[in-house]
């Protein structure tokens, strides 16, 4: 037993070694914030493509995606990555070229020339806020391994006050290790290691899939016997209750999370958010060496999106069946617990090291992305605008550093937090978790960037920020956020009218885009604000 431990830790440290020296490498010679942040716009485009699906694929899709395969049974999950292609389509199209042409580090600085300083810092302290709240949510996950680790070894299960020790201190240590290679390397280092650990989490994922479909007895008849077979329809479902007629039909469709038509419209605008308003996402596209390598990778990111989904499903409906057919008393209620279980107890020794690195890949991955761009926003949209004003190079690379070292802190708190609450509440889903902290905002930044985009003489300052609000303030009730924050308490806040949905969050962001960009256009630029407009156009053509 000792030696199978020494094995696969000999793997795992193998892992993080290699995984910081190419970091620290790779980052070499970072003189300017430019460097920092854009990499020289030297970056390849395959590299950029790779560190896409890194930062989109984070623990929480590496246990959370399988755990909804295991809670569902069906791969209408998957559905919603039909509206990530279509989003990504517009994103290259619609928002890549104007933040090309005026030449930003921080996206947001494109809304201080298209309208103002007031909306740019409005959209920067939800983008910090936000992308702070969801990558520190979804950081516990991988956790979860040592904590199971810790059950494994001991023969026993930690108990709530254990459990949340060994979640805050493999938090630290996930942070720390990620934050010393992006702190030094900037967003070469991120792009890089993203790529490397892209292809061990994918590896990983396809071994843990082929070790499970052979150790079912019977194979695919015995999959298709205990869950039936894969049917277009089942894929496709509208969630219309044909018992229903009239509003509480369409009603109804908007209160289940998985539909065609959360995948066609919903998915669509949360993905036009997460990947052309987050400064996370956007960072890295901007480190291709022109518009049209940065379209490719974005674009045939979306397709590779669809067989990552439909191998995390696979592994958790195959999940499923094999603890059908071998019963497991131990199994751990938790849906997001299943697939770690499955790595500890059943996988072969040296390829448990792999999976465990595969889960802790996916974790640094797209942690050490959000860090760089939240230190990049603090630095382009904060520091240089407030607190030093026209800073040197020398001294805008010391603030983006140590910027990213605080909020690795701030992630480590908001970890900590969710640990607590994911002890505390079991049945608690990650995927919904993590895709919802996005819903509650980011309808507000997408509404506000496509009137920027789509809209030539439309938007001000104050209108934008009432704007944000207002569409903030319609997803919250819609998504009843105030009953899912008293319910953590045992209360409820208040009885929701009977003919309002309450909406899953694949809604969420479109309905704050669609209030936040009706509000908006309402009000028109002024005409000094418009002749800064065109002189920037002026300048970005030159």
């Not at 810092?121 to 939800?126: C, G, I, L, M, P």
């Not at 994922?205 to 894969?230: C, D, H, K, M, Q």
């Not at 640094?364 to 926003?377: D, E, H, K, P």
């Amino acid at each position: 037993m000792n030696t199978r431990l020494v094995i696969d830790a000999f793997v795992l440290l193998a892992y993080f070694v290699i995984i910081i020296s190419i970091g620290l490498r790779m980052g070499r010679k970072e003189d300017t914030l430019e460097d920092f942040a854009l990499g020289g716009r030297r970056i390849p485009w395959w590299a950029v493509l790779a560190s896409i699906i890194a930062a989109e694929t984070s623990a929480g899709t590496f246990f959370g995606a399988p755990g909804e395969g295991f809670a569902l049974r069906n791969y209408t999950y998957a559905q919603l990555a039909i509206g990530t292609i279509l989003a990504r389509i517009i994103v290259s199209y619609i928002f890549i070229k104007p933040y090309y042409d005026y030449k930003v580090y921080s996206i947001y600085e494109y809304l201080t020339a298209r309208f103002g300083v007031s909306t740019k810092n409005a959209a920067s302290a939800v983008f910090m806020a936000t992308r702070l709240l969801a990558s520190g949510a979804r950081l516990y996950v991988a956790a979860i391994a040592l904590a199971l680790a810790y059950e494994m070894i001991t023969g026993a299960r930690p108990g709530q006050t254990q459990t949340l020790f060994i979640y805050v201190g493999a938090c630290v240590a996930i942070v720390v290790l990620t934050a010393i290679y992006t702190t030094l390397g900037g967003i070469k280092a991120v792009i890089w290691t993203d790529f490397i650990q892209a292809s061990i989490m994918m590896g990983s994922a396809l071994v843990a899939l082929g070790l499970l479909y052979w150790s079912i007895p019977g194979g695919w008849s015995e999959i298709v016997t205990r869950n039936g077979a894969p049917t277009v329809s089942g894929f496709l479902a509208t969630g219309l209750d044909p018992a229903k007629t009239g509003w509480n039909q369409i009603k109804g469709m908007f209160e289940v999370e998985y539909t065609i038509f959360a995948a066609l419209i919903g998915s669509t605008f949360m993905t036009m958010a997460t990947h052309g308003t987050d400064q996370d996402m956007v960072q890295r596209m901007l480190t291709a060496s022109d518009i049209r390598r940065s379209r490719r990778s974005l674009i045939l990111s979306g397709f590779a999106d669809i067989p990552i989904v439909l191998t995390f499903l696979s592994i958790g409906i195959l999940l499923w069946t094999y603890y059908q057919v071998h019963p497991d008393p131990t199994l751990p209620k938790a849906p997001n617990e299943i697939f770690c279980h499955y790595v500890l107890y059943e996988m072969p020794v040296g390829l448990r090291g792999l999976l465990i690195a595969g889960i802790f890949a996916t974790a640094m991955g797209s942690l050490s992305t959000a860090l760089n761009a939240l230190a990049t926003s603090f630095t382009r949209d904060w520091y240089v605008t407030y607190i030093r004003p026209g800073a040197n190079d020398e001294q805008s690379l010391r603030a983006v550093r140590w910027a990213t070292i605080w909020f690795s802190v701030l992630m480590i708190a908001v970890a900590s937090a969710t640990s607590y609450l994911v002890i505390v509440l079991p049945d608690l889903r990650i995927i919904p978790i993590v895709l919802g902290i996005y819903g509650y905002t980011y309808g507000s930044l997408l509404g506000i960037f496509l009137a920027g985009m789509l809209t030539k003489t439309r938007g001000t300052d104050r209108g934008n920020v009432i704007a944000m609000i207002i569409g903030f303030l319609v997803v919250a009730i819609l998504s009843d956020l105030l009953n899912n924050v008293a319910r953590i308490f045992g209360r409820v806040a208040y009885v929701t009218p009977w003919w309002l949905p309450k909406m899953e969050f694949p809604w969420w962001i479109f309905f704050g885009t669609l209030v936040t960009f009706s509000v908006a256009v309402l009000f028109r630029t002024s005409h000094a604000q418009l002749a800064i407009n065109r002189e920037g156009a002026t300048a970005s053509t030159r």
